[in-house]
């Protein structure tokens, strides 16, 4: 990237100044149409400074980072150096066209009338090399920073998904374990099917690794089976209900998030009842959203989120992957009753 940058501001340099200088030499042919040898040593010589003293301004904006400041800091620095560089190029001008008796006008003016010719004409010219060389940078730090900002939002957005996606809590497995093991010889049919649910929940979680959203109905099919598991070693205590809009089952939804609200649901709530509760699912339309609700018995008691883990990261996931409008919230809507609620835009285009 440097080097390629170094190689178009040459290529600038070389092409800006020479072109200043065949035009130059054009009009004074059309005017007086003549071309003195001083006459084009004169114009090398103001090519020769122009891209040495623009050059050596270069080094000092990028010696004190000026590039790197905000618009309205950086740019009363570039106009007093512009002043600064006309000052001095004019001062060298001078000074060699007296020295190699380059000037050529009929009666030769006063050096401070001279001096005062000379930093307006550069001027004219460093002017606009300053700003066009710093917009030019200006832009490029612009789509730097965005692509930057682009590939690090891609990264964590990544991580986090994959993060979330791949957790499943190991003490839900463990139960499982334990609880088909002891259907084992009490009920063999059961526990076949324990196994195959198990099966079910793990594939499914390896399977979403690359996927940033499934549908719902997917999900559903996941969190059926987590429920079976759990009902074998809740037994009674543990009642589950659904209440789903069938035309919600094709809308996507991220990849075991619903897996993990019903597992905190069931963590948080029912396993901290006596006599259990119940678990509903809910999913409906409402307004422009996709609406899910998930309710269980028990109470928030102001722990959102025991571990760190699953419910704190469910509005940044949703964000993530649906944008700003998507939402996430959990409440006492009653008393024993904690919902959690996933709010999700519905694609205007579908």
């Known amino acids: 990237m440097h080097r390629r940058l170094t190689k178009y501001y040459w290529w600038c340099q070389v092409a800006g100044w020479s072109s200043l200088a065949l035009y130059w030499i054009f009009f004074a042919y059309t005017v007086d149409k003549t071309i003195t040898p001083k006459y084009l040593a004169l114009i090398g010589l103001v090519v020769c400074l122009g891209i040495f003293v623009t050059h050596l301004y270069r080094a000092v904006i990028l010696r004190y980072n000026w590039l790197l400041l905000p618009v309205e800091k950086v740019l009363p620095r570039l106009l007093i150096g512009v002043i600064v560089v006309s000052i001095v190029v004019s001062l060298m001008r001078i000074g060699i066209v007296d020295a190699l008796n380059l000037y050529e006008g009929k009666k030769k003016i006063g050096f401070i009338n001279r001096l005062m010719a000379n930093i307006l004409d550069y001027g004219m010219f460093i002017l606009p090399w300053t700003l066009l060389y710093y917009f030019f940078h200006y832009t490029e730090k612009s789509k ?52 195959t649910e198990l099966s079910n929940i793990l594939r499914n979680s390896m399977q979403t690794e690359k996927q940033e959203t499934v549908s719902f109905e997917k999900e559903l099919d996941i969190v059926k089976d987590y429920l079976a598991l759990e009902h074998i070693r809740f037994e009674d205590r543990l009642k589950v209900e659904y209440d789903v809009d069938e035309n919600t089952l094709d809308q996507p939804v991220p990849p075991m998030m619903l897996q993990t609200l019903v597992e905190n649901a069931i963590k ?37 989120n025991d571990d760190g883990f699953g419910l704190t990261s469910t509005r940044n996931r949703l964000q993530l992957l649906f944008g700003v409008k998507a939402n996430f919230d959990i409440q006492e809507v009653q008393y024993n009753t904690v919902q959690a609620t996933v709010l999700i835009p519905i694609d205007p285009l579908k």
Do not use: C
């Not at 003490?171 to 324990?194: C, G, M």
């Not at 006599?275 to 722990?303: A, P, W």
């Open 144 to 195: 730097i920073q965005q692509v930057n900002t682009l590939k690090l939002e891609a990264l964590v957005k990544e991580l986090e998904l994959k993060t979330i996606k791949s957790h499943i809590n190991p003490h839900f497995i463990f139960n499982s374990l334990n609880s088909i093991r002891a259907l084992v010889d009490e009920n063999p049919v059961r526990a076949r099917t324990a196994i």
């Open 268 to 304: 948080h709530g029912i396993s901290k009842q006596m006599n259990g509760g119940t678990v509903k699912i809910i999913s409906d339309f409402k307004d422009n959203y996709h609406e899910l609700k998930i309710r269980n018995t028990g109470h928030l008691n102001g722990l959102v």
